[in-house]
């Protein structure tokens, strides 16, 4: 199992950034999948979740609003539009997957909200 996530970046308040998270050696289309963050001095806390088929997403009160996850099980992809971005989302951000008692992480990527 692999999870590559890409897209972060430094962007100024209000601003937007569109993470991606490619998959890989498991059946994608199979697995609901999850966005989280992790700021430094801070836990890792959930962010957002897509179910397998897409259907149904779902939002950490945080980001209700701002935030919008969805997938391309053709290209093993989920995304996470991020809208009105705020210097309190930064953080690293990691795709999961959890497959039977495994839990899969990629090796995140850096969202810096800063003017």
């Known amino acids: 199992v692999q999870l590559v996530e890409s897209g972060g970046g430094l962007v100024q308040p209000g601003g937007s950034l569109r993470l991606s998270c490619v998959a890989s050696g498991f059946r994608f289309s199979y697995y609901d999948m999850g966005w989280y963050r992790q700021a430094p001095g801070t836990e890792r806390e959930w962010v957002a979740r897509i179910s397998d088929s897409g259907g149904s997403v779902g939002y950490s009160d945080s980001v209700k609003g701002r935030f919008t996850i969805s997938r391309d099980n053709a290209k093993n992809t989920v995304y996470l539009e991020m809208n009105s971005l705020k210097p309190e989302d930064t953080a690293v951000y990691y795709c999961?997957?959890?497959?039977?008692?495994?839990?899969?992480w990629g090796q995140g990527t850096q969202v810096t909200v800063s003017s």
């Open positions: 999961r997957v959890v497959i039977g008692i495994m839990t899969y």
